[in-house]
């Protein structure tokens, strides 16, 4: 059965930084490439994120460009976001994603095989 478990988010300052960790129990991990998307109350889920399966491609959604940073551990089967500079805006509960697609750069969370449970992030003001 596959998971990915999300941690790492909380409560935060504006200005402030959390860094997010997804732990997959997924055999074809390296073949894999990962996501995060994000889902604030009352708004659809968003791309945030999309790493390749190196960890050498990755894309970001425009408001996230240059104060997150996506990553991947393949030896430890492991996802991060790097979030700097947060706004309340942030505010949302976030999810890490699977897909297996040739194409690396999928935005649309319906072509994502596997998901989290998700982890909240708060940013006050």
């Known amino acids: 059965q596959v998971q990915l478990v999300e941690s ?7 200005g402030g930084s959390l860094r997010l960790s997804c732990a997959a129990s997924l055999r074809t991990f390296s073949r894999h490439a990962m996501g995060w998307f994000r ?11 999309v790493i390749g399966w ?6 970001y959604a425009d408001s996230v460009k240059g104060r997150f940073t996506i990553s991947r551990d393949n030896a430890k089967n492991a996802v ?16 890490c994603a699977a897909h297996s697609l040739p ?14 449970q998700g982890t909240q992030v708060t940013v006050s003001s």
């Open 80 to 95: 991060y976001l790097q979030m700097n500079s947060l706004e309340p805006e942030d505010t949302a509960v976030y999810y």
């Open 103 to 116: 194409t690396i750069y999928r935005t649309d969370a319906a072509v994502y095989d596997y998901w989290g």
């Open 8 to 14: 790492g988010g909380g409560l935060v300052q504006a």
């Open 54 to 59: 190196s960890g050498v491609n990755t894309y």
């Open 39 to 49: 889902q604030a109350p009352g708004k659809e889920r968003e791309f945030v994120a």
